[in-house]
């Protein structure tokens, strides 16, 4: 269980915490389930891919994390932009998801340090 002890895979689920409180008044069922579903995906797959024995899909699954986080910050820009959530929520929590952002960078750059170094 390496992966509960980055900080990362921990903001993550904060984050997805977060994300689920915050939706959970809405009626739109679509656009909730996408949000928290994004929202899950992040933390999964740094996990997912930590614990892969190999660097390729280590890396693999650190890319599809960074994706999702990705589908995470745009579906707060629309969920905003259409009244479901208010500005200062949404630019928390788009802050936060900046900085899981460099973090998964970090964290593949330094899979990818391993990989040459093998």
Not at 56 to 74: F, M, P, R
Request: with cysteine.
């Amino acid at each position: 269980m390496f992966h509960e002890k980055l900080v990362v895979w921990q903001k993550s689920c904060d984050l997805a915490v977060q994300i689920f409180k915050l939706t959970a008044s809405i009626t739109d069922f679509g656009f909730r389930d996408q949000i928290t579903r994004s929202s899950l995906s992040i933390a999964s797959n740094i996990a997912e891919g930590i614990e892969k024995p190999t660097i390729n899909d280590k890396k693999k699954y650190l890319y599809i994390a960074k994706g999702s986080l990705a589908e995470l910050k745009t579906q707060l820009i629309i969920g905003e932009r259409i009244g479901y959530l208010d500005f200062h929520s949404v630019k928390n929590y788009r802050q936060e998801a900046e900085l899981i952002d460099r973090m998964i960078i970090g964290l593949i750059k330094k899979v990818e340090s391993r990989q040459k170094t093998s």
